[in-house]
């Protein structure tokens, strides 16, 4: 299948990848912005809730954007493997994400606390979870196929090449999220936010 580039049919992809290079060029080479006020830090979400979008455009640095630039041409390629035939589905299920994920790590939090007395202190940011939460969908999608997402027609197919190669993307990413400075609970709620956006 031919790999086009159509400016009417990917300016979604195309706007999200402008985007995180806009939010680097500001914070990580001009300093418009700092960097630190637009990271997820979980004791500040709920006076300041513009982190849960702010936190997926910006990037620790040159090669944690570059990943996550390249995690979108990948879900790109996938999706139109699949058969997506929803020009706005990249777009609304980023919004949706954002929230989604916030909710299933704002319970992890909870538990931690109400239960095991543990206070998590810690701070993540970038696309990637956005980016496994992709990956989590279209590996399900890729199994049993996927027609309609809120309502509206998908028509996403199943897919053994694509659900071979996700399995194998998704284990080598799981193995790199152990890596020092790499957010396993990032990657890990995205994932899962996924596969639960896959049964709506």
Not at 10 to 15: E, R, S
Not at 162 to 169: G, N, S
């Amino acid at each position: 299948m031919a790999f086009n580039i159509s400016i009417s049919k990917d300016w979604q992809y195309i706007f999200s990848a402008f985007l995180l290079i806009t939010f680097f060029i500001f914070t990580d080479l001009i300093g418009v912005f700092d960097k630190e006020s637009l990271i997820f830090v979980p004791r500040l979400i709920s006076d300041q809730p513009y982190r849960i979008f702010t936190s997926i455009l910006v990037h620790a640095d040159l090669n944690h954007l570059l990943n996550n630039l390249f995690g979108i041409i990948i879900t790109r390629y996938f999706l139109i493997r699949l058969g997506i035939q929803n020009r706005f589905f990249y777009l609304k299920f980023i919004l949706i994400c954002s929230f989604l994920n916030f909710f299933i790590i704002w319970i992890y939090e909870k538990i931690l606390s109400e239960i095991f007395n543990i206070y998590p202190n810690y701070a993540t940011l970038g696309f990637s979870g956005i980016i496994y939460a992709l990956y989590g969908f279209l590996l399900l999608t890729s199994f049993y196929g996927k027609s309609y997402f809120l309502g509206k027609k998908v028509g996403l197919k199943s897919n053994d090449d694509v659900k071979e190669i996700l399995i194998v993307i998704c284990f080598i990413g799981f193995i790199f999220s152990f890596s020092p400075g790499v957010s396993l609970l990032g990657h890990v709620s995205g994932f899962l936010t996924g596969c639960c956006l896959f049964l709506i």
